[in-house]
C-alpha cells in the first residue's frame, strides 16, 4: 500500500476547487480527480451551499449542432485547440484554460448560466477524443465550426453566415413590443 502523498492530495483539492467554481458537475469531479465522492460532496457543499445537481451528464452531439449552442461550441473547440496547440498545456488543465478564456470573450449576462457550461465543454473535447465530431471549414468565411463527423461537409455553411430564418426572432420581437410601448 503506497503511502499518500500531502502535496499530491492538495494539488487534487485545487484541482476540484477550480472545477467546482467553474461549475463542474460531480461526475466530472470524480473523472478528473482521485479524491473520493463523499471528499468531492464535502468540498462541494462547502463551496457552493448546496448540494451538487443530480441527473445524467450530457451525452447527445445533437446539443452542439444547433444554430447558438453550435457558435459557442465552435469558439470554445477553437480556444481548446490553441491551447493544446501553442501553451503546452494538456488534459484537465487544458479545458479549465480554454474554458475560462471562453468566458472571458462570451461573458454571460449577469445572473445567468453560460450557454455552454464546463460540463458539456468537457463532454465536447471526449466527443471529439472519441470522433464523434469534428471541426469543418465553412465555406463563406473559412472559420471552424463543430459538425458531426460523418456528415457530408462540401459546401458546408456556417450558423453566422446562414442562420436559421428563426434566429433572433425573440429579441426582434421584443425589441418591437418594447418599442409600440408608450413610456
Known amino acids: 500500500m503506497g503511502a499518500k502523498s500531502v502535496v499530491s492530495e492538495g494539488r487534487q483539492i485545487s484541482l476540484a476547487i477550480d472545477l467546482i467554481q467553474l461549475g463542474a458537475r460531480l461526475q466530472l469531479l470524480e473523472t478528473e480527480t482521485t479524491l473520493s465522492r463523499e471528499r468531492l460532496l464535502k468540498l462541494y457543499k462547502e463551496l457552493r451551499g ?40 494538456s488534459g484537465i488543465d487544458a479545458v479549465i484554460k480554454a474554458y475560462r478564456l471562453y468566458l472571458e470573450q462570451m461573458p454571460p449576462e449577469p445572473g445567468a448560466e453560460p450557454l455552454l457550461s464546463l460540463t458539456r465543454a468537457w463532454t465536447l473535447i471526449r466527443f471529439f477524443e472519441s470522433k464523434m465530431l469534428t471541426l469543418v471549414g465553412c ?40 418599442d409600440a410601448i408608450p413610456a
Not at 445524467?56 to 444547433?66: E, G, R, V
Not at 465550426?145 to 456556417?158: A, D, I, K, M, N
Open 50 to 89: 448546496v448540494s451538487p445537481p443530480k441527473g445524467m451528464l450530457p451525452f447527445s452531439t445533437d446539443w452542439f449542432i444547433t444554430w447558438q449552442p453550435n457558435i459557442h461550441a465552435s469558439l470554445f473547440m477553437s480556444i481548446h485547440r490553441y491551447m493544446i496547440q501553442h501553451a503546452q498545456v
Open 139 to 178: 465555406s463563406c468565411c473559412k472559420g471552424q465550426f463543430v459538425s458531426h463527423t460523418f456528415e457530408l461537409h462540401s459546401g458546408y455553411r456556417c450558423g453566422l453566415c446562414h442562420p436559421p430564418s428563426r434566429a433572433g426572432k425573440k429579441k426582434a420581437v421584443a425589441a418591437s413590443v418594447a
